[in-house]
């Protein structure tokens, strides 16, 4: 009833999948949609289930911005999003982080993810412009290239204060 911590909030994802074969995920862009994921719960053959943690996916979070999932939306939005989201919550969270953005960018997007208590980042490795994988075929995406992809989340990881902070490829 009186929350959490940012520190005690990004570790409870590490314990949590330690201790578990799968780990449960709602999606959230808003404050409540937050709340939802974290106060949902359903029995199954009398064994309650809830959430494990929040998911905050770039398509959702642009659509109810009315935007295209395009990295539009660039990340001081989405820290925004973040703080709506974690004032009225207390589960972790993993950030969909799309391409992750410029090399150079990213390093601050960890820096501040990590700060502001989320759980993990997940970045694609995708080149050039980011278009959502829905669109299926329709859209041309180029892989970027392992080496730089690799740079990428070497910076990233270099950049984190602590060690319970994740980045996902």
């Given at each position: ?52 943690g929040i998911w905050m996916s770039s398509l ?49 997007h960890v820096k501040t993810l990590e700060r ?30 392992p080496d730089i992809f690799a740079h990428k ?17």
């Amino acid at each position: 009833s009186k929350g959490t911590t940012a520190v005690s909030r990004m570790k409870n994802l590490s314990r949590q999948i330690q201790s578990s074969k799968m780990i449960r995920l709602l999606e959230a862009h808003s404050g409540l949609s937050g709340l939802i994921a974290e106060k949902t719960k359903v029995l199954v053959d009398g064994d309650e289930k809830k959430f494990d943690g929040i998911w905050m996916s770039s398509l959702t979070d642009s659509t109810s911005k009315g935007k295209p999932d395009t990295e539009i939306i660039d990340f001081t939005s989405r820290f925004q999003t973040i703080e709506e989201i974690f004032e009225v919550t207390t589960i972790p969270m993993v950030v969909d982080g799309d391409t992750g953005g410029k090399i150079e960018h990213f390093k601050y997007h960890v820096k501040t993810l990590e700060r502001l208590g989320v759980s993990a980042v997940i970045i694609e490795d995708k080149k050039g412009d980011k278009r959502n994988s829905l669109f299926g075929g329709d859209v041309h995406q180029v892989q970027e290239d392992p080496d730089i992809f690799a740079h990428k989340i070497s910076v990233g990881k270099s950049s984190q204060v602590t060690n319970s902070f994740m980045i996902i490829a």
